[in-house]
């Protein structure tokens, strides 16, 4: 008997167009199965809640000013505001600060983060941000970066630095407006002032700010210049988010990324002087002047000098130029006026100050420019 021929692959017939059908059935199934599986976005109402994003950064609720519920969810890539009830009084603190964070922050650490770090030994610390924002709420968008003398990683940090991004409504950053500065290329508005727990210095744009990449060191230094911060203190943690006062549902972190470099250490390594310091003393029976020449010797500029030194028991300043320097005797700090404020590597600064002493006169012995030991010319 003679057998039937065998279809060929092509056939279009009932028997081909099934074979053909149950194919690609298999091609899906097998190109599924070696897929990753899609990450779900995560529900947040926990005051404190956490939970990981992007496997390097944590997503906090920190709901701690109100009792009425806030809830947040962990999308991919950064976060967003489902919920935020009720309201505070917007000459007070907001109601919460829904964030993400690289670092460590109330014991909670994000995964393989290189903070704690020495403000002296990171070259850089990049940052970028992505924001949406809406406009019936009362808030900031803010990052909030936290420094401290030692490398803690539970509680409430020394130093605290924020940069608005925006602010919508009747707030204002903790303490007083002292003056303008241009950072990282922009500028802001400058605030200082202290919450009762820890110091805050703010950064506040003059429009709104949708996104950026910068330097965090960059405002750091900030800091470090003003006398907040040194150069062997610790940064902890780095967060962007809101704070809220009303309202505040639909504001979202649309993408966030934060990096420390320590690498190439930084400009104000502890371990060595980056700055050296000439003081010449004209003196007479009972007074004296002095004048001082800070030089930069290292590789990055200095917007807002202090230079720190004890004076010798017995000696008092009674006037200075091309600087404030105070107290007028014992620990005192000649700190830049706006015309000299800016130190370049390489460059110097002069200032002096006029004074009278008792008994032997001596120089001081021993200086430090924003918190970093100098050497003597």
Known sequence: MRSLPRPSPTARGPLGVLLTALAALAALAALLASAPPAAAD??????????????????????????????????????RIDRADGSVPTNGAPKSYPSIFNG???????????????????AKAPSSISYSYVSDAVYDAAYDIWLDPTPRTDGVNRTEIMIWFNKV????????????????GRSWQVWSGNNGSN???SFVAPSAIGGWSFDVMDFVRQAVARGLAHNDWYLTSVQAGFEPWQNGAGLAVTSFSSGVDTSGGGSGDPGGSSCKVGYAANVWTGGFTADVTVTNTGSAPVDGWKLAFTLPSGQRITSAWNATVSPASGAVTA?????????????TQSFGFQGSYSGAFTAPSAFSLNGTACTAA
């Open 335 to 347: 700190s830049s006026l706006a015309h000299n404020a800016h130190l370049a590597p390489g460059g």
């Open 42 to 79: 995560t529900a947040i109402c926990e005051p404190f809640g956490t939970t990981t994003v992007q496997g390097g950064y944590v997503v906090q609720n920190n709901r701690w000013g109100t009792s009425e519920a806030q809830c947040v969810t962990a999308t991919g890539t950064g976060f």
């Open 169 to 184: 409504g009747s707030i204002q950053p903790v303490g007083s407006p002292v003056g303008n500065a241009t950072v990282a």
């Open 199 to 201: 110091d805050v210095l």
């Open 104 to 122: 460590c922050h109330y014991t909670v650490c994000s995964p393989g983060t290189a903070l704690p770090a020495q403000l002296g030994t990171i």
